[in-house]
């Protein structure tokens, strides 16, 4: 099976990006914005963004299921006999597409066993996008250049260099950071901040807040391609389709420092 997902990778990354293309037909215009059961906001390109991603993934060979933030109404006693399915965010980083900072991603995973083996981000607005297969590496690539391959950063000089959300910070994210010691702040949205580590621009993304699986499976199979790790806070790999909830516990993720990172949480 693993030999496929390379191919598998270049049709996802295809798709993605026809749903960014999606986002930005909205973004471009004077949309409106809703809110959800839970008051967090959504638009129409949040909506037309996951029919590109379901209608592209349906026509993928195989018939994987597929979890997205705009359709989770799949039960547990359904989800819990999944093998491997589709965990999908059509357009994370909300906050940050109605604020037009351009910093929302689409997020595509294939999710193996509990644990992201394939993934895909890409960034509407800057044309960039990023993918990895656990195990055979990470790529970047922008529009009209290249595809190259990422790595994280191993230990160096200097302080170390902590990125973090542009719309969620609290005091526990604070604490982290003055028992930390020197740093310095890399302010990103979306799961922007985990591809971030993935290519070396930053050491370290604690997330000491609520999180849900869609918004985190697609750049941890990213980072992890590049050489890097995520553990919840007991230190333990981050697992999906785990139950009923389908919220992530607090996590730390992180490139070439070997360092236990969850040595500095309250």
Known sequence: MTDAYPELLDAITRIAEDAGRAILEVYDSDFAVESKADDSPITAADRRAHDVIRAGLERLPGERPILSEE??????????????????????????FIQRNGQFTVNIALVRAGRPVLGVVHVPVAGVTYGGVVGRGAWKTAAGAERHAIAVRLPGEGPVRVVGSRSHRGPDLDGYLERLGAHEMVPMGSSL???VVAEGAADVYPRLGPTSEWDTAAAEAV???AGGRVVASNGQPMAYNKGPDLLNPWFIA???????WTE???
């Open 264 to 266: 500095y949480l309250p």
């Open 193 to 195: 901040k985990f591809c």
């Open 254 to 260: 992180s490139g070439g420092d070997p360092r236990d």
């Open 223 to 225: 980072l992890v391609a």
């Open 71 to 96: 359709a989770r109404t799949v039960p547990w006693e359904e989800r819990r006999h999944w093998k491997e399915y589709w965990l999908v965010d059509p357009l994370d980083g909300t906050k940050e």
